[in-house]
């Protein structure tokens, strides 16, 4: 399996009973709640353990198109790319996937946070680069 580039993630989730509204399908809001996990968890697969600890991730929006509905039992593949970082904000496009039918798509912008003012902050040049390489700062 060839290696992903940073600014993609993927993990796989299994629907839940928990996870079923009264229509028998899984309901809106758990895809949010996947979103968000997906997004946070391609944070701290990246980031230092002391830069993650020093910052915060808030949705400021989320635009979402509900393709197709997901149900018990399937197995649930959760994308999130990182388009691009923009002063405190990231821009990320999730697609959410049960095979090879795409169930939902996703596109998201986070404000990052530093953990004790709760301000909005930019991640030093070094952090972005290890994101999006082609961010790295050139030498020369």
């Not at 230092?48 to 979402?64: F, N, R, T």
């Not at 018990?72 to 999730?94: C, M, N, P, W």
Request: hydrophobic share 45%; with cysteine.
């Amino acid at each position: 399996m060839p290696l992903q580039p940073a600014n993609i993630y993927e993990y796989e989730v299994d629907v839940a009973a928990d996870e079923i509204d009264e229509m028998g399908h899984v309901n809106n809001a758990v895809y949010l709640n996947w979103v968000q996990a997906a997004v946070l968890k391609h944070w701290r697969r990246l980031a230092p353990k002391e830069v993650a600890a020093a910052h915060l991730w808030v949705a400021l929006k989320h635009e979402i198109s509900y393709l197709r509905p997901a149900f018990l039992d399937d197995h649930i593949v959760v994308k999130v790319v990182l388009e691009k970082l923009q002063g405190a904000r990231a821009f990320y496009k999730t697609i959410i996937n049960h095979g090879d039918d795409v169930l939902v798509e996703v596109e998201s912008c986070w404000c990052c946070l530093d953990s004790a003012t709760r301000k909005p902050v930019r991640l030093a040049r070094d952090i972005v680069a290890r994101f999006l390489p082609s961010e790295a700062p050139r030498h020369g």
